[in-house]
C-alpha cells in the first residue's frame, strides 16, 4: 500500500500498520479532552470517536490514501501513537500530508517530531510527491513546533473541516538543502 511505512523504523520507534487490536491503547487518547481542544467539533463518546477514526484509517488504506502508523517505542513495546502521510484535499488542491497524533503520557518526549522526520524523508526519497504540508490548527503550538522542527514554514491560514488552521509547507528542493539525502 502506497504511503504507509510498515516495517521502517527510527532510532526509538518502529512503524506498523493500524489494527483495530490497538484498540483499546488508543482510546486514551479520545478520553483525554485536551486531545481535541483544538478542533471545533460536535465529538460523540470517546468510544465512537476511537471506532471512527479506526473506520477511517481502514478507508484510507483500502482506497490508496496513504494512512496512519503505529508508532511502538523500541523500548518498552508500548504504543506511542500515530504518524503517517495522508493523501488530503485542502482548498481544492489534493495535497499528501504528514499527520500524527501522540498519546498524552508521551507529549513532550521528541516523538512526535521523530517519526514526522521519517515519513518526510520517505515521502521525498520515494519521490511520492514535492511537496509536503501538515494541517495544524491555529491553536495548537505543540503540532506547530513539529511542523517546525519538520523544516517546514507556515505557507497560509485557511479554513479546513470548518477550522482555522495554518497549512505548513516543506518543498523537496528545500528538504535536499538541508540534509544529505539528496
Known amino acids: ?21 490497538q484498540f483499546e491503547q488508543w482510546l486514551p487518547f479520545h478520553q483525554d479532552p485536551r486531545s481535541s481542544e483544538h478542533w471545533i ?21 483500502k482506497n490508496d490514501m496513504g494512512g496512519m502508523n503505529a508508532l511502538i517505542e523500541k523500548k518498552s513495546g508500548k504504543l506511542v501513537g500515530y504518524c503517517g502521510l495522508l493523501v488530503q484535499s485542502v482548498d481544492g488542491q489534493t495535497e499528501l500530508e504528514i499527520g500524527y497524533s501522540i498519546l498524552p503520557e508521551f507529549w513532550k518526549r521528541g516523538f512526535a517530531s521523530e517519526a514526522a522526520r521519517k515519513c518526510r524523508d520517505t515521502a521525498f526519497k520515494m519521490e ?16 506547530a513546533k513539529v511542523a517546525l522542527n519538520n523544516g517546514m514554514q507556515i505557507e497560509k491560514t485557511t479554513i479546513y ?4 488552521v495554518n497549512i505548513f509547507r ?13
Open 1 to 21: 500500500m502506497k504511503y504507509l511505512l510498515d516495517g521502517e523504523e527510527t532510532e526509538r520507534l518502529y512503524f506498523r500498520n493500524v489494527d483495530v487490536s
Open 41 to 61: 467539533a460536535d465529538m460523540e463518546a470517546p468510544e465512537i470517536e476511537c471506532k471512527k477514526w479506526f473506520k477511517k484509517q481502514d478507508f484510507r488504506y
Open 128 to 143: 511520492y510527491t514535492d511537496s509536503l504540508i501538515s494541517i495544524i490548527s491555529l491553536s495548537n503550538t505543540g503540532s
Open 161 to 164: 473541516n470548518e477550522n482555522r
Open 170 to 182: 516543506i518543498h523537496k528542493k528545500e528538504w535536499e538543502k538541508v540534509t544529505d539525502n539528496s
